[in-house]
């Protein structure tokens, strides 16, 4: 391995999840032309309720510095929405609004490719292919939705919270992805996609996938874990222990990104502490302090030793008014150029449509490739 590359394999067999460094790698295929691009990084996030902070300051925000290192896709992930009962409405509006979200926080249309899972018809053709493939027992060992189904009562569950794991393997194999951002609550997720790659290209690729005339014969590329490197997992702000979430019942959980002030300051207000003295970040026994005091430390931009000397000693009636002042300064910006963006419709329809067009190229690609793979005939054209 060349010294210039940072990237470890990561597999289920080793569990090793080590930050990439961007360098350059050959396009798609084993037997493709040696043409080389920049390493290719897809995430998304679902539109379900609102953008909160625990998504912009654990992924969203980290998508901005990427965008000037690598290859960037970056997708609303609306048909992932509909694995849990939903209201149409509100599906169609909070979709529009995260992706106005996403140019809100800094990702640029010049840089990156931002679109609509839905608008890209491969995502949803991939996974059937892929699901064809993949054995029941891979799915329900999948930790999500042992929860998520003992929650709502098995009976009741939707094959979509069975099988979306394939659909998500499908939105990072379609794209070639060399790397995917990646949390703990995902890691099983991309070892799916990562198995399915290798299984996929066992069943079909190589010398069967030559027999059958198809242009590449690694079908996919077996993506790698990226480990953002200052990532930040945000915690609920009722439970120091439980990650900030949109399916939380209370909104009194989460920060979401439009919050006005007036709310914001209510939250914090209202956010649960502890009965120590002083404040303290590297206390296990004190989650909820750990997770206000790091969140601070991110939208102020300071060091933790600095956050500690500067708020440290505060109690927290003292904390949470400064706390509440540094959350609202870091988010104006946000919520004004959010407003320009969700305003202008044609400006985002453009943004929209320029970004399905490019990644359907890339897309539909894989999918010709891997449709002949598996022996589908070309689609007839009238002439």
Known sequence: MSSSRSVVRSTKRSGTF???APDMVAQIGDDAPKTERRKRVLSGVQPTGTVHLGNYL??????VNLQDMYDTYFM?????AITVPH???ELLESTRNGAALYIACGIDPTKAKIFVQSHVSAHAEMAWLLSCITPVGWLKKMIQYKEKSRKAGNEEVGTGLLTYP???????LLYQSDLVPVGEDQKQHLELARDLAERANYLFGGKKAKKMGCKYTRLFKVPDPFIPPAGARVMSLQDGTSKMSKSAESDLSRINLLDPPDVIRNKIKKAKTDAFDGLEIDNPDRPEARNLLSIYQCVTGMSQEAVLQDVGGMRWGDFKPVLTDALVEHLRPIQARYGEVISDQTYL???LADGAESAA???DATLGNVRRAM?????????
């Open 18 to 20: 080590i930050q990439a």
């Open 58 to 63: 654990g992924a969203i925000r980290n998508w």
């Open 76 to 80: 609303v992930v609306d048909l992932h």
């Open 87 to 89: 209201t149409p409405k």
């Open 166 to 172: 394939v659909l998500m393997a499908a939105d990072i």
């Open 349 to 351: 329809d453009a943004v």
């Open 361 to 363: 190229l890339e897309a």
């Open 375 to 383: 022996g589908f005939p070309e689609p007839i054209k009238r002439v």
